[in-house]
């Protein structure tokens, strides 16, 4: 494929692709704003960030089987219409509770770009040049969660928390201009994709295969390491270090640019030195630093710093290995790709979600609790990969 043709694609891709992103990052410098202009407690106003994620990770179980029976341009087109409905929704939300509704419709909507991406791009390349093209498509993905704290952090500052749901419904309706006519289909009809019933039956089949329960488990505690950060740590900015909503966006922005480095650093040198070894040095790496975070603050170190300066060697490891265990996971059996892309997001955004809930319910007068499950989440990730990974190779060898 021409290099001009490779950009376009990368580009129209991550287009589609962030919305996800955008959904759960934009809103994280507002949560505490929500919750005083609802008079909502913490654990309430949480639900607008993971219930979102839920319903993200829900639907994407039945994009992926779509997808591959139905085609990935109409799935894609399906979603983004979803997805400005939702964001149209939250503007006009006059309660917590309808919030929280046009936060799940949006969510739905955004999914739909993260499962039609990553199974168009196994579409059209092998294994190891799919993971090369989902780490620049992440890479350009990443800059939504970079800039969406940010933004929303001083539009609810200086505007007010309707306005960031404004720019999300104005941003849907330019990816669909954009995709349109720039996204074709790719999906190639077989014999596993005869019916939507026959696509399901892929799941069973994937769940029994233990390199994609190693591939999907590390996205999935790799994505509960960010959930944490995005899910308890607004609260202690607020609550404990006395930090207003565009700082933690700022502190935000720095570990996502980290990942946006190690995406980069991924999409240039996984052909050579291999998928499964980026996986392993990634998850490695993410484990190490994510235990220096609760060991600082044991230490006595009480201050933004002593999350987010380890958080930036999270941000790079996990970076390394996010693309190739995306991957790899799509690339157990090629001709699923699109279930095996939706069910990874699933397991990815309920992992996610679950760690990003338990963080908004934790109490916000220490960062040490925070700061411990930022560190199991690391653990777990580690261990769903390399642990699962070690056992196949156990079993095979006797």
Known sequence: MPASRNIKLVFILALVSGLGPITIHVILPVLPEIQRVFAASSAVTQLTLTLGVVAMAIST?????????????????????????????????????????????????????????????????????????????????????????VIGGFIVQFAGWQYVFILTTVMGAITLIFALPNIRETRVA???????????????????????????????????????????????????????????????????????????????VTVRIGLDRMVRI??????????????????????????????????????????????????VNPQVAGSASGLTMFLQMSIGAAFGQAAGMLPHDSALPIAILIGIAGVGGFLAYNGTMFLSRTSQST
């Open 61 to 149: 179980i039945g994009y992926g089987p779509a997808a591959d029976t139905f085609g990935r341009k109409p799935v894609l087109v399906f979603g983004l219409v979803l997805f400005i409905i939702g964001s149209a929704i939250c503007i006009w939300s006059p309660s917590i509770e309808v919030l929280i509704l046009g936060r799940i419709v949006q969510a739905i909507g955004g999914a739909a770009g993260m499962v039609v991406a990553r199974a168009t791009i196994r579409d059209m390349f092998s294994r190891e040049d799919s993971a090369r093209m989902i780490g620049q498509v992440m890479s350009v993905v990443v800059i939504s969660p970079i800039l969406s704290p």
């Open 190 to 268: 077989n014999a596993q994709t005869s019916s939507l019933a026959q696509t399901f039956r892929a799941f069973p089949a994937l769940l029994r295969t233990p390199s994609f329960i190693g591939y999907a488990g590390y996205a999935g505690c790799g994505m509960g390491m960010f959930m944490v950060v995005a899910g308890g740590v607004p609260f202690l900015m607020a609550d404990l270090f006395g930090r207003s909503p565009s700082a933690f966006g700022l502190f935000f922005m720095f570990m996502s640019a980290s990942f946006l480095v190690g995406t980069l650093i991924s999409s240039r």
């Open 282 to 331: 990634g998850s490695t790496g993410a484990m190490v630093f994510s235990l220096f975070i609760p060991a600082l603050f044991l230490a006595g170190l009480e201050s933004p710093w002593a999350i987010f300066v380890p958080a930036f060697f999270v941000g790079l490891f996990h970076g390394l290995a996010m693309p190739n265990a995306q991957a790899g996971a799509v690339s």
